[in-house]
Nanobody, 119 residues
């Protein structure tokens, strides 16, 4: 069973920065694409960023491109989301997730960490 544990959320003023971390259990972390998602109150969950197993390939939603950076440390089984120039619209619960190599859907999810950006 894979466990994903996020940390690093909190309250920050607009323009500030936060770094989220997601620690994963398991011995094959580097084999899996990882993603960060977020869900704001009353809104659907949206994909924020993804990173391939080697850390080379990345994807960003247009809403965060140029402000957020996804990275991973496979030696530590951890994926990060560096968030800069935060806006109130970035307020949401942020989740990390692991993508299945079989179905290509995200099959393991963390519990989420709250990010609140005040104006």
């Amino acid at each position: 069973q894979v466990q994903l544990v996020e940390s690093g959320g909190g309250l920050v003023q607009a323009g500030g920065s936060l770094r989220l971390s997601c620690a994963a259990s398991g011995r094959t972390f580097s084999s899996y694409k990882m993603g960060w998602f977020r869900q704001a109150p009353g809104k659907e969950r949206e994909l924020v960023a993804t990173i391939g197993g080697s850390g080379i390939s990345t994807y960003y939603a247009d809403s965060v491109k140029g402000r957020f950076t996804i990275s991973r440390d496979n030696a530590k089984n951890t994926v990060y989301l560096q968030m800069n120039s935060l806006k109130p619209d970035d307020t949401a619960v942020y989740y990390c997730a692991r993508r299945s190599r079989v179905t290509t859907s995200y099959d393991y999810w963390g519990q989420g960490t709250q990010v609140t950006v005040s104006s």
